[in-house]
């Protein structure tokens, strides 16, 4: 994520925090927000994206920008620079046993709003990985995270949508530190699988697929924490495909 857009998606939380632009639990329309807050439409658009992929907003067509729950969004920016990167491992072990299954239950129940918003994020990683450049790691990060958000809202069960909410929040920092260092030369093939895994993920879902979808998951999942050990970001023993533990994570 670009300074400009991080600059913006605090400034907005800090005013709906602050009960400013939000009158029963209504925002005002895309274009009077853009206005209000002196940007342009296309940039607020991708903050209110963010926002929403992390259950923070609800966009009705044709009906605007509403509050998911006001409760649960102060408490989220009250809680949103304190989580410790140590419980990144302890993150990634709770993935390995929800992810696969979510991915599958995705593949059963997903519309046609949920592809194209996973279409959508699969075109922005490929257009990322193509350009390069310094702030590749912390947008690759970002949308990396709308698309596995987004899997999970198209499972239909909205707890489990919440509960991984709050996991990929914990977790952001450190996937974009991983992404920052896969980036230098030495393993520079690493966003390469990376974008590879993610496509065969929004294909295994765009088809139907279950069995595809599961086993997609389990293989970006097992390449992730390789480079996380790698990286010395997490402990071997949260890695349970290399521990023989994966019964957790095949059923």
Known sequence: MNPTRKELIQRLTNFIARGEFVKDGKLPSERELA???GTSRPLLREALISLEALGYLDIRDRQGIFLAGETQFLKAV???HIWPMDILAQVMEIRQI????ATALAALRRNDGDMEKLNECLAMLEKIHSAGGPDAADQGAYWNTVLHSTIFKATGNTLLARLYESLLEMSERGISVMR???LDSRAADRTTQALEQHRRLVAAIRNRDMKRAREASKEHLRASIKSMVELSQVTPLSD???QRIETLVSN
């Open 35 to 37: 206005s209000l807050m």
């Open 78 to 80: 009250d809680q949103a």
């Open 98 to 101: 929800m992810d696969p299954g």
């Open 180 to 182: 920052s260092d896969a």
């Open 240 to 242: 349970f495909f290399s």
